[in-house]
């Protein structure tokens, strides 16, 4: 019988593993084709229009290119380190949708330290950013790997203390009990001022604008990847977009029920809501302009993790009380 168990639950994980494959393939050429036409559409213009039904296709297009450029690799730089970086940025997004619960029943793997996961593999991508920074041996690429580690470790203090007062008040870091104790009322609602912190953070933690200094195109060329092409560059791009999934999915999990909703399956409610946040951080995008550095660390320091302690504070106590 144990035998028969083990045999079920390996299908399952590798039938899991390779929806997952799929869903971020898919999820990456939805969301740049999703982030063309919502710039378009700000700026008053149609986007891409010939190829596939207004441009649905030209993703699919550019994927293509890019599995045909060379991959080419500068004389002087770390190579060993050089050619890890793109598979260590990939490979933890892969890994933390083990424990995303997209509906009650659609889950890989219901763990009970779930976001300790999720956190603990994200943290593997500003490691990632340095290797590729260091290793390319080229000023701005240094530069963007520098920004980005000061900017990861400045931000993710804030977004920790926020989750910690949603698992306070749960009891639980398993992400189906979290979805479970929002049956009457979504967190969104009893805790505004831990969504809304928790969505600047998600913000600057995926190195999206107002707060992708790491990348500055102005300023960086094109950062930390600068001296990638090819499928090594296309990594670093479908690490960039799974992660904005991932946060939306936190998001979704924390704050908006989950897969919880009328009428609908859980999976389509989770999605709806997901892609809601997702259009929300391409709107930060085209609407704010891009930030300082010292202004950057300076809103993490002095603005956010006070707010965060104060709000965990203050969360601890209403529930000692209650």
């Keep these: 019988m144990a035998t028969a168990a083990q045999s079920v639950s390996i299908v399952g994980m590798i039938a899991g593993l390779i929806g997952v494959m799929a869903l971020v393939a898919v999820n990456a050429l939805f969301l740049i084709w999703m982030e063309r036409k919502v710039a378009a559409h700000m700026q008053l213009r149609p986007g891409p229009m010939e190829v596939g039904w207004h441009g649905a296709l030209q993703t699919i297009a550019d994927a293509l290119k890019l599995l045909g450029k060379e991959l080419i690799t500068p004389r002087d730089v770390d190579r060993p380190v050089y050619l890890a970086a793109p598979i260590v940025i990939f490979l933890p997004v892969l890994v933390s949708f083990l424990v995303i619960p997209f509906s009650q029943n659609l889950i890989i793997r219901d763990m ?167 259009f929300l951080i391409m709107w930060f995008r085209w609407t704010f302009p891009r930030v300082r550095f010292d202004q950057l660390i300076t809103l993490s320091w002095k603005i956010l993790i006070p707010l965060s302690l104060a709000n965990l504070i203050i969360t601890a106590f209403v529930l000692k009380l209650v």
């Design 112 to 278: 009970h330290v779930g976001v300790l996961l999720i956190l603990s593999f994200a943290a593997l991508t500003v490691l990632a950013i340095l290797m590729a920074g260091w290793a390319s041996n080229n000023k701005y690429a240094v530069f963007g790997a520098i920004r980005s580690v000061a900017q990861n470790v400045a931000y993710e203090i804030p977004l920790l203390i926020t989750l910690m007062s949603i698992i306070l008040m749960v009891g639980s870091f398993r992400l189906t009990d979290i979805v479970a104790a929002q049956n009457r009322v979504w967190f969104i609602l009893v805790q505004p001022v831990a969504f809304i912190l928790y969505i600047i953070c998600a913000t600057a933690e995926t190195n999206r604008a107002p707060f992708d200094l790491p990348e500055a195109e102005s300023e960086l060329v094109a950062g930390f990847h600068t001296e990638y092409s090819g499928m090594r560059f296309a990594l670093f791009f479908l690490a960039e977009y799974t992660n904005m999934f991932i946060v939306a999915a936190l998001v979704t999990i924390f704050f908006l029920g989950g897969w919880r909703g009328p009428f609908l399956p859980g999976v389509v409610w989770f999605l709806l809501k997901v892609y809601a946040i997702i």
